[in-house]
């Protein structure tokens, strides 16, 4: 798991390197708004942070402590399956929520259901996403969204 953790990050940190240069060839603000070479440059940088990160993880981490299980039986497979179905259920109550609760649920069931045992850590992304959601795309950016019967 450590080979194919250290392959990942490299060939994501490529990418992010691509995604930045791009980001950076575009135009990074228009008049009164971020332009086309704003998402690509911060997409690449929070990419590259990550690849870094998981790169760095498998050279601290002691080989003993890395386990090898087969995603697909087991354990392994509750979890994928419930990762689609909270992102069906997402997709599904947009319409009726709006994106920016039915993502905030989506956040929720995932801290859950990818190992936060703590309902308090649940609460607080179930809060957190809608409101960062909300301010930026919406407030800042002026991104409309699908809305939702309470209007947002």
């Known amino acids: 798991m450590r080979t194919v953790d250290r392959a990942t990050g490299v060939l994501l940190l490529l990418v992010s390197v691509y995604l930045v240069v791009s980001g950076l060839e575009l135009e990074y603000t228009l008049e009164d708004a ?6 690509p440059f911060w997409a690449g940088v929070i990419l590259g942070l990550s690849a870094i990160f ?22 392994g497979m509750a979890v994928i399956i419930s990762v689609l179905g909270a992102s069906v259920m997402a997709v599904l ?36 996403i809608p409101v960062v959601f909300y301010l930026l795309f919406i407030k800042w950016l002026g991104v409309p969204f699908p809305k939702g019967f309470l209007g947002f």
């Not at 936060?116 to 850590?121: A, G, K, V, Y």
């Open 34 to 39: 971020p332009g086309p070479g704003f998402l």
């Open 54 to 75: 998981l790169v760095a993880g498998t050279l601290v981490q002691p080989k003993k402590k890395m386990k090898e299980d087969n995603p697909l039986t087991g354990r």
């Open 93 to 128: 109550l947009t319409r009726i929520l709006g994106l920016v609760l039915s993502m905030g649920l989506l956040a929720a069931m995932l801290v859950r259901i990818l190992g936060s045992r703590s309902w308090l850590t649940v609460g607080g992304m179930a809060l957190a």
